[in-house]
């Protein structure tokens, strides 16, 4: 696991939970890459195969997720640390019945499941929502409550480096041509932008995201 050249956060528990109570309101508004595509779903699909009917943890709330665990007579377990987009993502369900879901409102490394208990642990775009440190402690807790030879399977973000030194007033201009020409892809186009400048104001140097610098820097959009 490619630990140090992953970004990481820094916030206390509070500022996660306020920020994704944050996001919970226009969670219908966001597209791909923040959400899985139905491309990545297959990817998902094949990585996770026969585990995902099996005793499954996911981390976060993730709609797509719980549908694909459902439709494969899975025994979902989920935990996020803010109700409030538990409520939001549950919302955009299609297969899966809430009330065949376990939820549990926690932070993941404080995760109070026995050892050698799952048969899958899953979860998407998540592994830089946690510091540096805490990607290991949440490591640890993975191998720990994973039964011998199941998986951890993760869409992963790597900020690309070749945007470090981007020009963010250019990554804007040149982008909102497009975004200006090609309304049927509006929504889309405007997360490809987002995810342009989150690279683009990243700090390499902390590994760190700079959530103020780049929401300040989309607010245009
Ligand atoms: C899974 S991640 C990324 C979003 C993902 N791409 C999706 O489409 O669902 C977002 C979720 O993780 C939750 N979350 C973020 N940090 C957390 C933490 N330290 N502990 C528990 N839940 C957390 C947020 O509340 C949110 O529901």
């Not at 996911?58 to 989920?78: K, S």
């Amino acid at each position: 696991m490619l630990i140090n050249t992953q970004l990481g956060f820094l916030g206390s528990l509070n500022d996660i939970r306020n920020i994704w109570s944050g996001y919970a309101k226009g969670w219908g508004d966001r597209w791909s890459p923040w959400r899985p595509s139905s491309g990545d779903i297959d990817i998902y699909q094949t990585l996770a195969g026969e585990k995902l009917s099996g005793r499954v943890l996911l981390f976060g709330a993730t709609p797509e997720l719980r549908d694909l665990i459902a439709q494969n007579g899975g025994n979902i377990v989920l935990i996020d640390i803010c109700p409030e987009m538990v409520g939001a993502a549950t919302k955009f369900l299609r297969y899966s019945n809430p009330k065949n879901e376990t939820w549990i409102i926690a932070d993941w490394c404080e995760m109070p499941f026995f050892s050698d208990y799952f048969d899958l642990v899953i979860g998407d775009f998540m592994w830089w929502l946690l510091s540096v440190p805490r990607q290991k402690i949440l490591r640890d807790q993975i191998a720990r409550i994973l039964k011998p030879g199941r998986n951890f399977v993760s869409r992963v973000h790597f900020c690309d480096l070749v945007r470090a030194d981007q020009n963010i007033e250019e990554i804007i201009k040149t982008n909102l041509l497009r975004l200006h020409r090609d309304n049927s892809n509006r929504p889309q186009l405007r997360e490809m932008i987002i995810a342009k400048i989150v690279d683009a104001t990243a700090d390499f140097n902390t590994k760190r995201l700079n959530i103020k610098k780049h929401k300040n820097s989309y607010s245009r959009i």
